[in-house]
């Protein structure tokens, strides 16, 4: 679909197996910026090239003008297909520093980040070509710019992106929404990129990578909703934090999530880790920036 002069959103289903009785159902977005040149904001799952080559080819253009491709992070759901569609369309490769290394080796990702049916959601590794940092300006062309604001939290290197002349924010997986599983790396860096995001005047509509569209201030609601949310489950976490040595960490990980109204069977490793980084802060000495 269409969201604005630009922009066009895709969104891919896909299902991740958290064991092998339990398999959710996921989606992710995927954006295309138009212009002269096709550009493209994350890759979705391995196998959605096809259904993005299609969409561009129903909306008149050919899958061989891709440019460049932009990936928000290097978590498998937003590379899935980044191998294929480089290797068919030959456009050109971004990211942030602290994401290629698990971008340009897809095995060192999975020993690092183990996710249930990795490999049937990432369809290889490959080369970045170019690195970015915050505030980078990339021209796309004359008249269209994207600004980079580095948002870690979710992942070290998670990067949102400002099309400038159509003042929409691609936020990948910066902004939780209320009640979905938590997955982040670091809750601390996740609260302040929130923070950073909110702080961005005149987003007239922020494109996430597991919501749908928000114009305006529906924009803004949506990052303080969840920067709400991530302060809630700080507080259930750090409310619970004796129960840690007391449980083994499965268990106290589903007891967390049952206490935010998320069913136990949510309950992986990715989820664990997210609950853990809580914990930093009361292993933090007094007088330190999480202290206060």
């Given at each position: 679909?269409?969201?604005?002069?630009?922009?066009?959103?895709?969104?891919?289903?896909?299902?991740?197996?958290?064991?092998?009785?339990?398999?959710?159902?996921?989606?992710?977005?995927?954006?295309?910026?138009?212009?002269?040149?096709?550009?493209?904001?994350?890759?979705?799952?391995?196998?959605?090239?096809?259904?993005?080559?299609?969409?561009?080819?129903?909306?008149?253009?050919?899958?061989?003008?891709?440019?460049?491709?932009?990936?928000?992070?290097?978590?498998?759901?937003?590379?899935?297909?980044?191998?294929?569609?480089k290797d068919l369309a030959g456009c050109s490769t971004?990211?942030?520093?602290?994401?290629?290394?698990?971008?340009?080796?897809?095995?060192?990702?999975?020993?690092?980040?183990?996710?249930?049916?990795?490999?049937?959601?990432?369809?290889?590794?490959?080369?970045?070509?170019?690195?970015?940092?915050?505030?980078?300006?990339?021209?796309?062309?004359?008249?269209?710019?994207?600004?980079?604001?580095?948002?870690?939290?979710?992942?070290?290197?998670?990067?949102?992106?400002?099309?400038?002349?159509?003042?929409?924010?691609?936020?990948?997986?910066?902004?939780?929404?209320?009640?979905?599983?938590?997955?982040?790396?670091?809750?601390?860096?996740?609260?302040?990129?929130?923070?950073?995001l909110e702080a961005i005047e005149e987003i007239r509509?922020?494109?996430?990578?597991?919501?749908?569209?928000?114009?305006?201030?529906?924009?803004?609601?949506?990052?303080?909703?969840?920067?709400?949310?991530?302060?809630?489950?700080?507080?259930?976490?750090?409310?619970?934090?004796?129960?840690?040595?007391?449980?083994?960490?499965?268990?106290?990980c589903r007891s967390i999530l049952e206490k935010l109204?998320?069913?136990?069977?949510?309950?992986?490793?990715?989820?664990?880790?997210?609950?853990?980084?809580?914990?930093?802060?009361?292993?933090?000495?007094?007088?330190?920036?999480?202290?206060?």
């Amino acid at each position: 679909m269409q969201i604005t002069e630009h922009i066009h959103a895709l969104k891919i289903p896909f299902q991740v197996h958290v064991n092998a009785a339990t398999a959710l159902d996921r989606f992710v977005y995927v954006y295309l910026i138009y212009g002269r040149k096709i550009y493209l904001i994350d890759t979705g799952v391995a196998g959605t090239e096809q259904t993005i080559f299609e969409y561009i080819k129903q909306t008149g253009r050919d899958p061989a003008e891709i440019s460049l491709m932009i990936l928000t992070h290097s978590h498998p759901d937003h590379i899935g297909a980044a191998r294929a569609i480089k290797d068919l369309a030959g456009c050109s490769t971004a990211a942030h520093a602290s994401e290629i290394p698990w971008i340009e080796d897809i095995e060192l990702q999975y020993i690092e980040r183990t996710v249930p049916g990795f490999h049937s959601l990432v369809g290889g590794s490959l080369e970045v070509d170019q690195v970015l940092k915050d505030g980078d300006i990339i021209t796309l062309e004359d008249d269209l710019e994207l600004q980079v604001y580095h948002t870690p939290g979710h992942s070290s290197g998670s990067i949102s992106l400002m099309l400038l002349p159509d003042k929409a924010l691609f936020s990948g997986d910066v902004v939780p929404l209320p009640g979905d599983i938590p997955i982040y790396d670091d809750i601390f860096t996740s609260l302040d990129s929130l923070k950073k995001l909110e702080a961005i005047e005149e987003i007239r509509v922020m494109l996430s990578a597991w919501d749908e569209p928000r114009k305006n201030q529906d924009a803004y609601n949506t990052i303080d909703a969840g920067l709400k949310y991530l302060q809630n489950i700080h507080e259930v976490v750090i409310n619970n934090a004796a129960a840690y040595s007391a449980l083994s960490e499965p268990r106290w990980c589903r007891s967390i999530l049952e206490k935010l109204g998320i069913p136990g069977a949510a309950a992986n490793p990715l989820v664990g880790r997210s609950f853990k980084s809580h914990l930093n802060l009361l292993s933090d000495p007094p007088g330190s920036s999480r202290s206060n």
